[in-house]
């Protein structure tokens, strides 16, 4: 591998980076066809060898966990910046972000009665904290609002176990996910309403081996704040089988939780300069935070180093496209999102030559394509479209697909700017078993499906910098 | 269910116990042409209701772990006799047997460096433990004898880290358990022969999520006993990418792990009794004790309960074979085999009327049917014919077949006595994701999947309790 990058890094010495797709082919060529060539030499390039699996190695067994507001993140955040530096990416910096800082601490939740037994447990992010001595009550074991409704009366006093189960992953629907994390997020709030003094709720996770799975939570207009935990899938079951039938479960939950003040944080971003039109834009990223358990491999480390790799591979190939390929690996995108806001936000006035945002943020499984979502639905539909003619192009990895749907929560705050939003999509089956969880670390990333992941995006990313219209464009 | 229960209980009151498979058939007839009715009779009942999860939640959740020497095992001992005393069945019985007390204590692994890290581990049951302050030392990582041999000099001194992966469960070929397990059994031994200071084993696992499995080692001769935990997938991948790339590993292991004068414990035996040749007896079961995580629900409660409520299904449909069925829930399996010893060498007497000893220990999942092992080979033959000719009176439920194979832990010890053991055979893809773990939990059996094995044990057992031959006999 070594050699094999070695020649090509050669190669980029000896001739000066040149823009393809000029000639023979005109602006009325279609794309796959005038980009063939260029696909088939980025798409072996990556595949022979490259970068990506030592960083990730870099970014999640050597740094590990990077929470916003922890040494941890910035250590990232500065790693990031310096491994773009000796790739050789053009104006690489840190665009300064403010950050919530919340911290874990200590933290337990015992069942007393019936018996004595260590729950699962991580507290949610957001939460506040109990007494040092915790919350001891009762346990009342709630599946969704029409149930919290209907016994609204019982609450008071109690501990909350909302038990909604996620379901089991499914090709045709996908995840489940929203309908497993609503009470993570909503749970405190809505148990708070009637006297709850603490919210358990089940881990969004159709599959477990003993395994909580932590995020975000909020309080929203709660005008009390109840301390919030995760439960493993193991232990909410469990409680729910001893409430139906009738024995009494009490709980002692204890958390040291607590919201520091907002830390100094950032935004890291580095490019491949346009040849010709460097002010217009195409942004890869995802983001460089992740929770405080395992060491975000999948969520989103994979995300960042497919980004970073991308740019990488195709400038060792001395393919310099007409527009800028920006890498952006947003901050605290898990418990709050100031990091995709302030770019937004900071970059206003260039989003309208922002040509596109693909973020990756499901994961390093099997490549499967990308999905568009664009506030002009129009150009959505031709988006799709064009993006279909490109993936043809990647049939030598897999099964390859354009649709209209979802992006990413850091691209987001760019639609409303009228930019061409993508998601970076992967095949789904598992990443919801691994996500917020101290399970989620490189063990569970394939190598090869690493690099499939840098081929398509480095392929994506040079053809929508380089191809004569932009995305979306009917012309 | 409880209705049709009630009326099953019913009839047993108004009919009196009577044979089946007298008349009009012979003893010439084929199995299961004379047992046809039986076998659906038993199968409709065990299906259309039955007590086995019940059961399973008063040993698994009500109870809990019971490992043994410890009050909880004592406590299921004395739940299985009760149960089977309100169940009707006769002769229950407790036989005690002098058990290992082992107990783990507190307990930690803590990388120190390269960097802070709780490492998910599991102390091995047999275990010394180390220092109130625990061992501190470079961890060394070894795959397998042939490069300890190579690495011999490097030993003295450090943690051994055995980083053997277990093979992802394969229908052909099994679990692939031997494999994963050798060194969890067997490695502090090897390791302290080189002047190891303490021994770690990667899980005996195929799929994880951030979670050890416990088990049983053994020191053999070793003159030198250090201490052994299991370590998670995750873990051990983890430090063995960071040797792989030559950074220094350093870990703190602390175990309180003590081991106590052995304790009292016991054989749990219930009957149902033989109503020509009551001496005759056919043995199922499987052992009542547990590790000290999760609540072995597949581990072995499911076997113990598929026991139970197989001669259940039989005295309530008022069927009182010619033979005695005998449920043995053996104790002390897992860290010692003292129950299925003692049960061998307390009844060795009777041994030459076993007529046959099954064995469930393989988790509750789908029923696949039976393997069957016998001293005597051109037996063992003839009796996996006659299975195979049982089993298809079970069509109803699935896919069945009966084949040579190993039977059970427990009824090993009376393989030299010349009885036909038999092994409870299920789908066993996913068993050894949950063995002796946190995760060994009631959410991860199937109700209809257990009452579907309470049917086919419950068929079995009837047919070899009263068919005119002893299984195996060649007329």
């Given at each position: 591998m070594r050699t094999l990058i070695a020649l090509t890094t050669l190669a980029v010495l000896i001739s000066p980076m040149i823009g393809r797709g000029e000639s023979p082919t005109d602006s009325a060529t279609p794309i796959a066809d005038r980009y063939r060539a260029d696909a088939r030499r980025i798409v072996d390039a990556a595949l022979a060898g490259n970068d990506a699996w030592r960083k990730m190695e870099e970014l999640c067994d050597d740094i590990g966990p990077r929470l916003?507001?922890?040494?941890?993140?910035?250590?990232?955040?500065?790693?990031?910046?310096?491994?773009?530096?000796?790739?050789?990416?053009?104006?690489?910096?840190?665009?300064?972000?403010?950050?919530?800082h919340w911290v874990r601490g200590k933290e337990s939740c015992t069942m007393l009665t019936p018996r004595s037994h260590e729950i699962a447990m991580l507290g949610l992010g957001g939460s506040v904290g109990t007494p040092p001595e915790g919350i001891t009550a009762p346990v009342i074991v709630i599946h969704?609002?029409?149930?919290?409704?209907?016994?609204?009366?019982?609450?008071?006093?109690?501990?909350?176990?909302?038990?909604?189960?996620m379901p089991q992953y499914d090709p045709e629907k996908g995840s489940g996910y929203g309908t497993g994390v609503h009470y993570r997020v909503h749970g405190a709030r809505k148990a708070a309403e009637h006297g709850a003094v603490a919210c358990l709720a089940r881990s969004a996770t159709a599959v477990s081996l003993h395994t909580p799975h932590t995020g975000a939570m909020r309080y929203g207009d709660a005008k009390v704040k109840i301390p919030a935990a995760a439960v493993s899938l193991e232990d909410a079951t469990f409680i729910a089988r001893l409430r139906k039938r009738g024995v009494p479960v009490t709980v002692n939950l204890r958390m040291e939780a607590r919201t520091f003040s907002d830390g100094e944080s950032g935004n890291v971003i580095g490019e491949l300069r346009g040849r010709t039109n460097p002010e217009e834009v195409v942004v890869i990223g995802g983001h460089i935070d992740s929770w405080d358990v395992g060491t975000g491999a999948h969520d989103d480390g994979g995300g960042c180093v497919m980004a970073m790799e991308a740019i990488n591979v195709l400038r060792k190939l001395g393919l310099r496209p007409r527009r800028t390929i920006r890498v952006v690996l947003f901050t605290n995108e898990e418990n709050g999102l100031a990091g995709g806001r302030a770019y937004a936000a900071d970059h206003k006035?260039?989003?309208?030559?922002?040509?596109?945002?693909?973020?990756?943020?499901?994961?390093?499984?099997?490549?499967?394509?990308?999905?568009?979502?664009?506030?002009?639905?129009?150009?959505?539909?031709?988006?799709?479209?064009?993006?279909?003619?490109?993936l043809s192009l990647l049939s030598s990895i897999g099964e390859m697909e354009a649709s209209a749907g979802g992006s990413g929560a850091d691209v987001g705050p760019m639609k409303s700017g009228g930019v061409v939003l993508m998601g970076h999509h992967v095949e789904g089956s598992t990443y919801f078993n691994?996500?917020?969880t101290h399970a989620d670390t490189l063990d569970k990333v394939d190598p090869v499906e690493l690099s499939q992941n840098v081929a398509m995006l480095a392929t994506v990313a040079y053809i929508l910098a380089d191809m004569p219209g932009r995305i979306g464009d009917s012309r």
């Open positions: 916003s507001g922890s040494p941890q993140l910035e250590k990232a955040i500065r790693w990031a910046a310096d491994a773009m530096k000796r790739d050789g990416q053009e104006n690489v910096r840190i665009e300064k972000v403010m950050v919530p969704d609002d029409e149930e919290l409704e209907a016994r609204a009366a019982e609450v008071r006093g109690k501990i909350v176990l909302f038990n909604q189960a006035n260039e989003l309208a030559n922002h040509v596109a945002a693909i973020e990756s943020d499901s994961g390093v499984f099997r490549p499967k394509g990308y999905t568009i979502d664009c506030e002009d639905e129009a150009r959505e539909g031709v988006a799709v479209k064009q993006m279909n003619d490109i691994y996500h917020h």
